[in-house]
Every structure is written in structure tokens, then in C-alpha cells.
RNA sequence: GGGGCGGUAGCUCAGUUGGUCAGAGCAGAGGACUCAUAAUCCUUUUGUCGUGGGUUCAAGCCCCACCCGCCCUACCA
């Protein structure tokens, strides 16, 4: 069974934990958990990584300020972002965690892949270095200034020219096969205007990356090289490949879901998983992930989250406040993905009063109640359907292949658009046909209309379950489908079987009061 | 400086390759109904489609210039 089904990876980028987690980090696993549970109510043998990243000089400096080690802050910090994915009910099948053993296996094992095919070197990486940003500039970006001494123009501080021994990677070697990749793979990146910043950078042309460091040693070792360690993006993008396996390349796991279908990433690292990654890749002559989906920021009320601004939220504080379901719901509706959002309380109690209590909750529960009352309970019997009742049926029937389609680019809000539309046209059915009419003249054809709106319920609720896995179980538990097969989207040509006993109904989504 | 994207009703935004394209949702106003979580349904107000030119029989949709906003501009996640 599970060896017919066609595998799907997807990935999340893993997070720096050196500090706690927060909305934005929310909102990318979010998405991904809907598109990976999609994809496994739709029969695909899905496999799901999300984790942290924690090597590199920030964690060491963080730790050192806290006076701990970083292993300590990196195994607090990560056990924090793995409790919010738990908060928010995500379906990872893999925390990955780039101090886990089988990492620094894979780590090492692409950068002998890339140094066998004559792409790594040892040489001098020289410019421009101010100790206080512990960083170098360009010199683009640095003058003299009266007291002769050269500073940054960035951030004021002085710098000096200094020279450090370090391994590169000759990623100028790839700037045609990357151009060539996408031309060829219109859909590698997106969203397009992303995509486009991406290309055009490449088209500028690509220096040759330094990719080792000797100043500090809290990452993974450079494999025959004990001063070195590894520039941490070399080690963290190689995460996706470690969680299939790697460098075992032979095992079932990696054949299987190497490589990776989808890495969901926020628009600031576009650049590392666009370019240096297909590029150490092609280096390491394994396959390339298919597609790198950009994702936008959150913005409080149209305000950039800043802790100096103090309006920085924690996930928990968000799901507690409206519940994980409505969080969902509102950042998967309400941004575009791929684009920057913005939220505040009230578009936030807007989504949850409109869409899920009146349009979605509303909608079920007038069509239950009407059903426990009048109709013994259970599955009403329809008669003749009427071409009202067959169009409204029709429009929820194609709603499948729209998310399927809508899906398939991560466009989350357009499908649920076109879900709410198909409930906003059965709540104008409901109240054209007027069953509650019905009930005193022709109860044939109250039946029939409750089963027709009954039997919409029942699709959209299997096509909520991604976004919502709580609220769509309640519905179908309300609808009478038990877990199972019957609520996966193989079950979303079938139809409510007539006299199948309905527990009595209960509203599923809560209002706020604005 | 170079580059990428936007600027459409009060708000958030849709608008494929130019020809009912001036729209949707929310908010506001009026009405209807009572099955339902005072929910739902119907009707309805506002737009110089950033500015100025141009191409065309025809332009939010193409071209040019300009104004405004956001983002990127390499080795600090």
C-alpha cells in the first residue's frame, strides 16, 4: 500500500534559535503543516521536516552572553520551537536538529561530494573587517574619514584589512547551469516577483563563496581540516538532504523522497536556498529540489514586528487568545502566500465572526438542527433533485481539483476564497428553498434540501481538514464520517448515505466580540 | 547608483494573451425571513483604475516620462 502511493517532501526552513520563537516562525510552519497534511488526505505518502538551525557564530555569542555553552542555549531554544509546533498541532514528521549526529554525517559527506568534483579550495578570504560588527563590508560600503582610519558607512564602526585563511566554494562556476535551471524550471521559484529578484542577481554575476571559518569553532568540522568548521549554511541546507537519509544514497528512504518537492522559506533567505543551494547540489551531483516557495512577513497592523516596539507576538499568546483553528484559518485566508501580511484583532475577529461562525458554523448548524429536529436524527432521504439542488452540488464537487490546483502552488487563500464562495452560495440556497417552509407543506422536499446542504457541508469540511484539523473533525463527527477513509479526499465523490444517525449538533466555531 | 515589485470603491484586495473590466469581500444604509451562533437572504451608496503624454477602432491591462511606497544589492540565520 504505502510503497503505490507517490511519495511528497516538503520542508520548512529550520529555524536559528537564539532566541524564542514567534509569529512569523508560526505562520511558515503553519502553511507547510496544511500543505503537507493536504497532500497526505490526498493519498500522497508524505514526509514533513521542519527543525533548527544551530550552529554558527550568533548561537556562540548568545551563549557566551548568557554564560552558558551553546549547546545549552541551542537544546533550550530548539526544545522552545519544537513545543510551539506542538502548540500548533503540526504534523512534522521529523524536528531536525543540525547537532544531531546523522547531520554532521550528511554535512560532511556533500562537502567531500563538491571537494571530490573540484569546487572547493583553500585560500585567502581578505577585506574589510570591523571587530565591533564582527562582520566585513564591502569596500563599496566603507571610506576614509578625517582621522584616516576607514569605517563602514553602514554601521560606523572602524574596519581593518584583514586577511583569513578559508575554503571556497567556486560558485562562479554555476551561474549558467543556475540561469539555466531557471529558464527551464519556470516554477523553481516563486512567487514570481521573488523569483525574478533572484534571477536578475545571479544574471549579475556570482563570486565564489567562502564557505569555512576558523575564528570560532561551534559548528561542523571541515572534514580533514581540524581548524576549520563549516560556513552554517553549508551545513544548514544540507539538513533537507540528512532527513532522507543521506549520504546513504542508496537506503529506500532517500530514493524514495529525494528530492524534496517543496521547501516553504521566508522571503530573507531566498537568496541561500535559490542559488547556493542548487548550486551545491549540481556541485554534489545530486538531484534538485523541485520547487523553493517564498514566503512573505507578517506585519502587526501594517507595522514591522520589532521587540523594541514591543509588538512582537508569541504564538501561544495568539492561539490562546483566538484558538489554533481561527489562527490558522486567518493567516492561510488572509495574506496571499507569498506576499507580505499584515494582521490586527480586528481583521482577526472579522475572519473568525464572518467566515467560520456565521458563513461555515452558521451554515452547519441551522442545516443540523433542522435535521435533529425534524428529521429523526439522521441522514435525511432525498427525492428528485432540482436543478438548484444538482448546481449547488456541482459547484462544492469541483472545489477537490480547484484546491488540488491551488494547492500544488501553495495557494492557500485562493482556495479557500472559492470555498467560502460555494458556502456563501449554499447559505442563498438554503434561504431560497426555505425548508423550514417546507416542514408544513412538503416534507419530501425539505428532506432533499437538507440533504443537499448536508451533503456541501460534508466536502468542504474534508477540504478544511489541512487548515483547520480540529473544527473539520468536529464537522464530520456532527456529519456522521468516522475517522478513517472516509474522511480522506478519496471519500469526496461519495455521498452521505441517507439514515446514517447524526449525534446532536453543537457550534463548532465560537464568535468574539470585537 | 543598479535591480525587483506595487500604487484600482472607507478598508483588504481580484482583474489571464488590450475589446460588458470598472469588480469581490468586509464596513455603511434600507428591506425580508425566522431554520440557525441577532445568524442568513435581497437591494443599495462612494471610484478621474498614482500623474502626464503616446500607440490603437479600442488600455487598469502595451510604450515613454515622472511622483509615491515596499523590497533586494553576496559571505553577520
Redesign the pocket.
Known amino acids: 500500500m504505502t510503497s503505490e502511493q507517490t511519495p511528497f517532501f516538503i520542508t520548512t ?1 529550520i ?2 534559535p ?1 532566541g524564542v520563537p514567534h509569529i512569523g516562525h508560526a505562520y511558515e510552519v503553519i502553511a507547510t503543516d496544511a500543505m503537507a497534511r493536504f497532500k497526505r488526505l490526498d493519498g500522497y505518502d508524505v514526509f514533513f521536516m521542519t527543525g533548527t ?1 544551530e550552529h ?4 556562540l555569542q548568545t551563549a557566551e552572553r548568557e554564560g552558558i555553552t551553546p549547546r545549552e542555549l541551542a537544546q533550550r531554544n530548539s526544545d522552545a520551537f519544537q513545543a510551539m509546533n506542538d502548540e500548533l498541532g503540526i504534523s512534522y514528521d521529523r524536528f531536525i536538529r543540525t547537532t544531531d549526529s546523522d547531520h554532521y554525517a550528511a554535512a560532511q559527506a556533500i562537502w567531500k561530494r563538491m571537494e571530490a568534483n573540484g569546487d572547493i579550495y583553500l585560500d585567502k ?1 581578505a ?1 574589510w573587517y570591523s571587530v565591533r ?6 569596500e ?2 566603507t571610506e576614509v574619514r578625517e582621522d584616516g582610519l576607514r569605517y563602514s558607512k553602514e554601521t560606523d564602526t572602524e574596519v581593518v584589512w584583514t586577511e583569513e585563511e ?1 575554503y ?1 566554494f567556486r ?2 562556476a554555476y551561474q549558467d547551469k543556475l540561469l539555466e535551471l531557471y529558464k527551464s524550471q519556470p516554477e523553481f521559484g516563486a512567487p ?3 523569483f ?2 533572484v534571477i ?2 545571479v544574471e ?8 569555512s571559518r576558523t575564528t570560532f569553532d561551534w559548528g561542523v568540522p571541515v572534514p580533514g581540516n581540524k581548524d576549520h568548521v563549516m ?3 553549508v551545513d ?1 541546507l544540507t539538513n533537507y538532504l540528512t532527513g532522507t537519509g543521506f549520504p546513504d544514497i542508496e537506503s529506500e528512504s532517500f530514493k524514495k523522497y529525494w528530492p524534496a518537492d517543496v521547501h516553504v522559506i ?4 531566498s ?2 536556498h535559490a542559488i547556493y543551494w542548487p548550486a551545491f547540489l549540481m556541485s554534489a551531483k545530486l538531484p534538485l529540489p523541485k520547487r523553493v516557495m517564498i514566503h512573505g512577513f507578517l506585519h502587526n497592523n ?1 507595522v ?1 514586528m520589532s521587540k523594541s516596539l514591543g509588538n512582537v507576538v508569541a504564538p501561544a499568546d495568539f492561539v490562546s487568545q483566538y484558538g489554533l483553528d481561527q489562527v490558522r484559518y486567518f493567516f492561510l485566508r ?1 495574506v ?1 502566500f507569498g ?4 494582521y490586527s484583532h480586528d481583521s482577526i475577529v ?1 475572519r473568525m ?2 467566515d ?12 443540523l ?2 435535521v435533529a ?1 425534524n428529521c429523526g436524527g439522521a441522514v435525511p432521504t432525498p427525492v428528485e433533485l432540482t436543478d438548484a439542488d444538482q448546481q449547488i452540488l456541482a459547484d462544492a464537487g469541483k472545489l477537490l481539483e480547484i484546491c488540488r490546483d491551488t494547492f500544488s502552488r501553495q495557494d492557500f487563500s485562493k482556495a479557500l476564497e472559492a470555498i467560502w ?1 460555494v458556502l ?1 452560495d449554499t ?2 440556497y ?3 428553498q ?4 417546507l ?1 408544513k407543506t412538503d416534507l419530501a422536499r425539505m428532506e432533499t434540501v437538507l440533504y443537499v446542504t448536508l451533503e456541501v457541508v460534508r466536502r468542504v469540511a474534508l477540504l478544511v481538514q489541512p487548515v483547520m484539523p480540529a473544527a473539520a473533525a468536529s464537522l464530520l463527527e456532527v456529519l456522521g464520517q468516522p475517522e478513517g477513509s472516509a474522511r480522506e479526499f478519496g471519500s469526496f465523490d461519495t455521498v452521505l448515505v441517507a439514515g446514517t444517525e447524526l449525534p446532536p449538533p453543537a ?5 468574539l466580540d470585537s
Not at 549579475?204 to 564557505?211: A, C, K
Not at 467560520?356 to 442545516?367: D, F, P, V
Open positions: 526552513a529555524s536559528y537564539n538551525d554558527g557564530q550568533k548561537m578570504y577585506g560588527d564582527e562582520a566585513f563590508h564591502a563599496d560600503d578559508s571556497f560558485l562562479s514570481h516577483t521573488r525574478n529578484e536578475r542577481f549579475r554575476g556570482l563570486e565564489d563563496l567562502s564557505i560556513y552554517v549554511w544548514a521566508g522571503k530573507d533567505i537568496r541561500f501594517g514591522k488572509e496571499p506576499a507580505d501580511g499584515s472579522g465572526n464572518s467560520l461562525a456565521n458563513n461555515l458554523g452558521n451554515l452547519a448548524q441551522r442545516s438542527s433542522m429536529k464562495t456563501g447559505n442563498a438554503f434561504a431560497d426555505a425548508p423550514w417552509v416542514r457550534p463548532i466555531f465560537p464568535k
